[in-house]
């Protein structure tokens, strides 16, 4: 079959000899040249969009399954786009396909690395494709493919974050929609604002835009604080893209602030100061929703606490259990004499006690605890040690979050939950505490909870950076600071 790919070859001649430009003669020449030996079965009628679809629609593509590497996304999105193209055309890359490259290049503005999106690399293409007239197909068709594969790769980073790794993320919900990037790039580049259209895929939450917010003022004003600031930006902009889009009224415990806020749209309405666990058993990452809190719990002792630090009060004294307020169970829950036990012979492993803590001033659980589902077995809880509220580093607890003023905290869930049940409600809780008497309130509309990690934040238009209490940051550093793992497709036909 013949081509008639000369013709393109004698223009490009032409303009090189009208423009002078010798020295790109040669590189231009050779890749139209590439193009005529390349393109040898696509039929002479064929216009260069024509062409470009053929070679997209040689990539291989399987839609049955998972697209996890970049060439199978690629190949995805050009499929769901009729293999059209779409960052260039005859006379050149499309204006979507600059601004793109823009975008990429400005990265480091959203915490974000440019080098993992190979921008230099997309530079070349470009400005090769708009030297040479767009009329060099497998330029063209490296240039589409190079080009997507990038702005998947960034919208993907925006939504989801750079770092994949789960020992370093919290598990998401189960019920989490997953993020589309193929979806997400085809309508933006439809949309007639590409920018602001892919740029939506980053996460609304209050903490991100003020954090980004902060952070590009930073780099507006002073680059020297903003270079010192730069990888604690992004690995707390990287822990805030983890995190799944709440509703208009949340909770959010920040472990290193020690501080528990409500938040409603951008306003935080109500901040408690917490108690978080200590390092040697810190209090997890979670993302869960409050169904319900008690008034005047018992608290049951985990095991591991009855274990390690109530046994060895038992093998000193019988009566340590009585005089701390707590009473003694067997494995079955009948109430057993912690007298008529030989503490001296019990050892860990021997120990199939259940301890209880009945409702009472004296309560580890304080006057109120705050139900969520989490496998880690913590909820949030009052104290009867208010003195530890005064602490700078609240670190301090086995894990559960202890909170100031839970009581306010449990009326305005109340109130939010049922304005015309929130008065008697509100008498019942009172009623409950005072009386020393187990009630619990379950919520019609769970409440959403963020437990979150963030070692840096905004406050204003500053940005503010928490102690590492746990040393989170280290680990997470280090995979942010390891080399991006890169897989840019190639052409499937003819290369």
């Known amino acids: 079959m013949k081509t008639t790919l000369c013709y393109p070859f004698i223009c490009l001649l032409h303009l090189l000899i009208r423009a002078r430009k010798w020295q790109t003669a040669p590189r231009v020449l050779a890749l139209v040249g590439l193009s005529m030996l390349l393109s040898g079965s696509v039929a002479a009628t064929e ?23 970049e060439a199978a996304q690629v190949a995805l999105f050009y499929w769901r786009n009729r293999y059209a193209p779409v960052w260039t055309r005859a006379d050149g890359p499309v204006p979507e396909a600059w601004e793109g490259l823009r975008l990429l290049q400005s990265a480091s503005q959203f915490g974000l690395e440019p080098t993992d999106y190979q921008v230099a690399h997309l530079r070349g293409l470009l400005d090769s494709l708009a030297q040479t007239l767009g009329h060099v197909v497998p330029l063209r068709v490296r240039t589409e493919q190079h080009l997507t594969a990038a702005m998947l790769g960034f919208a993907r980073h925006l939504h989801d974050g ?18 589309d990037a193929i979806t997400h790039l085809l309508q933006a580049v439809r949309s007639g604002q590409f920018a602001a259209k892919l740029l939506s895929a980053q996460p609304d939450s209050r903490s991100y835009v003020r954090l980004r917010w902060a952070w590009q003022r930073l780099l507006r004003t002073d680059s020297v604080a903003a270079q010192r600031m730069a990888l604690a930006v992004a690995l707390n902009l990287e822990r805030l893209r983890w995190e799944p889009p709440t509703d208009s009224l949340y909770l959010v415990v920040n472990i290193p ?9 951008a306003r935080v309405v109500a901040t408690h100061r917490v108690i978080v666990g200590k390092a040697s058993m810190p209090t997890p990452e979670l993302f869960s929703a409050v169904t319900y809190f008690q008034a005047a719990p018992e608290w049951r002792v ?11 009060g038992l093998q000193r004294n019988s009566g340590y259990l009585d005089r701390h307020g707590y009473q003694l169970y067997s494995a079955t829950g009948q109430r057993a004499n912690a007298y008529r036990v030989n503490w001296k ?14 409702p009472s001033a004296r309560n580890a ?4 605890v705050f139900r969520f589902i989490s496998p ?21 607890s086995h894990g559960c979050i202890r909170v100031e003023e839970p009581l306010a905290l449990a009326c305005f869930l109340l109130q939010r939950d049922d304005t015309s049940r929130a008065v ?41 950076q928490l102690p590492d209490v746990y040393n989170r940051d280290q680990a997470l550093a280090q995979a942010w600071q390891a080399p991006a793992k890169t897989n840019l497709p190639t052409l499937a036909a003819g290369q």
Request: charged share 20%.
């Open 47 to 69: 216009s260069p969009d024509a062409q470009v679809t053929t070679l997209l629609r040689q990539q291989p593509l399987d839609t049955l399954h998972p697209a996890t590497t």
């Open 162 to 179: 750079r770092i994949t790794s789960l020992d370093l993320r919290p598990a998401k919900p189960v019920d989490a929609p997953a993020f």
């Open 257 to 265: 602030a020690f501080s528990l806020q409500v938040v409603r749209g």
């Open 302 to 312: 985990p095991q591991s606490i009855a274990i390690d630090e109530m046994l060895p």
């Open 345 to 358: 012979q019990i050892r860990p492993e021997t120990f199939t006690y259940q301890i209880r803590q009945l």
């Open 365 to 368: 659980l304080g006057h109120v």
């Open 376 to 396: 880690y077995a913590i909820y949030l809880h009052d104290t009867p040690a208010k003195a530890a509220f005064r602490a700078t580093n609240r670190a301090l």
């Open 424 to 464: 008697r409600r509100t008498q019942e809780l009172a009623a409950s505490v005072i009386q020393g008497r187990t009630k619990g309130f379950s919520l019609q509309a769970p409440v959403p909870l963020l437990v979150r990690y963030l070692t840096c934040e905004a406050d204003g238009s500053q940005l503010r």
